[in-house]
C-alpha cells in the first residue's frame, strides 16, 4: 500500500549507462515504490537513454525528458514533467536505501514541506569512493553540520515554485 501520499521521484542523469538500471531497480524495488520516477536526461550519448526506454517498457511508472540541458535546468524539467506535488529528489550514480522514499512519504503525510536526507558514497572501486568522501559529508560531519543536496530532497511542488526552482545556468545547484 502506497499511503495517502503521492511521490514524484526526479533526477538528472548524463552518461550514466554503468549504473542507472541499477539505480531504477532499487527505486522500484524498495520499501516503498514511487508512484513516479521521473528522469531528466542531458543529452547522454553512451546508451543512457536506450537504458531508460528498455525498462519504460516494464515499469509504466517511469518517465524521460530528453534534452533537459544542465543539471539544474534538468532538475526543473522534470520536476515541471511530474505528475504529483510531493517531489523526491535523487541523482544518478547513488543508490538509494530501501526505504529512503518509506521515510519521504511518511514525513509528506505528517505536513513536511521540505524534507533534507543523509547519503553515504557507495562504490565497489578505491578512486571513486575516496573521490565520493571528499565531496560529501561523512555521518560525523552531518551530526555537526549538514547541508543537505539534491541527491536526497524532499519538496511540494508549491515550495519548489515559491523559491523559483531550482537557478539556471550554474554547475552545481543545490
Known amino acids: ?21 541499477a539505480l531504477i531497480d532499487a527505486l522500484v524495488s524498495g520499501t516503498r515504490r514511487p508512484d513516479e520516477i521521473v528522469i531528466a536526461d542531458g543529452g547522454s550519448t553512451d546508451g543512457t537513454v536506450e537504458i531508460i526506454e528498455q525498462k519504460m517498457a516494464s515499469i509504466p511508472e517511469l518517465k524521460l525528458v530528453k534534452d533537459a540541458g544542465d543539471r539544474s535546468s534538468g532538475r526543473n524539467a522534470a520536476i515541471e514533467a511530474a505528475s504529483y506535488d510531493l517531489i523526491a529528489a535523487t541523482d544518478a550514480g547513488g543508490r538509494p536505501r530501501p526505504d529512503w522514499l518509506g521515510h519521504m512519504a511518511a514525513a509528506f503525510a505528517r505536513g513536511a514541506e521540505w524534507i533534507g536526507g543523509f547519503y553515504e ?37 508549491q515550495l519548489w515554485k515559491q523559491v523559483g526552482g531550482f537557478p539556471s545556468g550554474v554547475q552545481f545547484a543545490e
Open 1 to 21: 500500500m502506497q499511503g495517502d501520499v503521492k511521490v514524484s521521484v526526479v533526477m538528472t542523469v548524463f552518461n550514466e549507462a554503468d549504473n542507472i538500471a
Open 121 to 157: 558514497p557507495v562504490s565497489d572501486r578505491a578512486i571513486t569512493k575516496a573521490i565520493g568522501l571528499t565531496m560529501v559529508y561523512v555521518r560525523e560531519e552531518a551530526e555537526r553540520h549538514f547541508v543537505p543536496s539534491a541527491r536526497s530532497l524532499g519538496f511540494t511542488r
